[in-house]
């Protein structure tokens, strides 16, 4: 498998682990996660969501709206709605 798809791969994993932890609580294990993801994909929209939903989660709300905007700002960079970053 070469590189990038693992890379990809890892990313989709993350975020989904990421989820299962928000779940529990587990808020710093979550961000780190979505942060890793991030790094690997910087429009990965799933991992964006995710460090919102993070935020969110822990009462944050001023770290979830600084988030929020890194997202749309990533997402304005692709030249894509939210909804069609990964469609």
Request: charged share 25%; hydrophobic share 45%; glycine share 6%.
């Amino acid at each position: 498998m070469p590189l990038e798809q693992r890379r990809r791969r890892f990313a989709s994993i993350a975020t989904r682990a990421g989820d299962l932890l928000l779940a529990q609580g587990a808020f710093d294990r979550t961000h780190v996660l979505a942060e890793q993801a991030l790094a690997i994909d910087p429009w990965l929209e799933t991992a964006h969501r995710l460090v919102v939903a993070t935020h969110r989660s822990a009462g944050n709300d001023l770290a979830a709206r600084a988030a929020l905007q890194h997202d749309r700002a990533a997402m304005d960079e692709l030249g894509v709605g939210p909804d069609e970053a990964h469609s």
